[in-house]
């Protein structure tokens, strides 16, 4: 059982006592939908339902409590709690508006930073955002199916921004010895790309589309970067994006897929990731388009593309 030094011990029973135990390899975040106090949340765990979280966060400054060890399942995740092999995730509940849509407030991220960086060195956590449902890492309640019972957007739109642009980027800045927050500090490098050259988007087939190279990134550990394409197709058809980290034995790892639509005449197509990758991993980018009518087999093409974004060494 760990318990962390930062948080207030409100300890459930008998859940605590009872519930299996876990190998804690994933943090994930939520917004509770009330706005409560680390200790009206705990009273809503012991006194209101079987569920609970393993951590709660008020709005207040240093409002957080623990409910749960972090080696004992905490049930907010649904698949994710506890795993047949024993893995499972911590999970942490935020207050929010009545309808979440508000973001964490300045002592919410810094609360939220700091227990990142406890999970990475406690539990070994590793500093990247979890890339399928049972990929140790770092995430949010929405992130994968298998993480909710029927669905669910928590912690919402702004939240989810929010932790792939600062509470993500904070944790793995703090965790590598800076003492400030992202959004505080010129550490972030920037990322500004563009590419003139026309290229040809076969139907059907995914392609590397170079921006000033075909690398957007190497020798980085974090990245926050949207990749622009301004292609002329016909309404209605479909372009998918995503990143991929190309390795030095050539396997890759993919990004989720982001799906946009293309408008009569020129569309201009935004597809944004945020990741965390290994030192000798390249950051590339590939789409695939898929015309309205499926026998259209005329090949489209992108006359620029842009990739804007920050990454970390
Ligand atoms: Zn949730």
Redesign the pocket.
């Given at each position: 059982m760990a318990w962390y030094p930062g948080a207030t011990k409100m300890e459930l029973q008998p859940e605590s006592d009872r519930q299996e135990a876990i190998r804690p390899t994933q943090l994930i975040l939520?917004?509770i939908v009330a706005n409560w106090t680390a200790r009206r949340t705990y009273e809503f765990w012991r006194d209101s339902t079987t569920l609970e979280s393993h951590f709660g966060i008020g709005y207040g400054l240093r409002d957080i409590a623990q409910y749960i060890g972090t080696e004992t399942r905490a049930d907010?995740?649904a698949g994710a709690n506890r795993r047949p092999d024993g893995t499972g995730a911590i999970s942490v509940?935020t207050a929010s508006n009545s309808t979440a849509t508000d973001p964490w407030n300045d002592s919410q991220v810094e609360e939220l930073i700091d227990l990142g960086v406890w999970a990475h060195e406690e539990h070994d956590i590793p500093l990247r955002i979890c890339r399928t449902h049972d990929d140790p890492g770092f995430g949010y309640?929405?992130m994968f199916p298998q993480w909710?019972t029927s669905g669910?957007a928590?912690?919402g739109v702004a939240r989810i921004k929010q932790f792939r642009e600062v509470v993500f980027p904070g944790i793995v800045a703090r965790a590598n010895g800076q003492t400030t927050t992202p959004e505080e500090t010129d550490v972030p490098h920037n990322l500004s790309r563009s590419d003139d050259r026309e290229r040809q988007l076969t139907p059907g087939k995914w392609t590397t589309v170079p921006i000033g190279n075909v690398d957007l990134l190497a020798g980085a550990t974090a990245y926050t970067v949207t990749a622009w394409l301004n292609l002329t197709a016909t309404r209605g058809g479909t372009v998918q994006g995503r990143f991929y980290h190309s390795r030095p034995d050539g396997s890759r790892w993919k990004s989720p897929i982001t799906e946009r639509i293309t408008t009569t005449g020129g569309s201009f197509l935004d597809f944004p990731h945020a990741g965390s990758i290994d030192t000798g991993e390249r950051v590339r980018f590939e789409a695939v388009y898929y015309p309205d009518d499926p026998a259209d087999e005329t090949p489209v093409p992108i006359t620029s593309s842009r990739a804007r974004g920050l990454y970390w060494k």
């Open positions: 939520h917004s907010a995740n509940e309640h929405s909710s669910t928590c912690p």
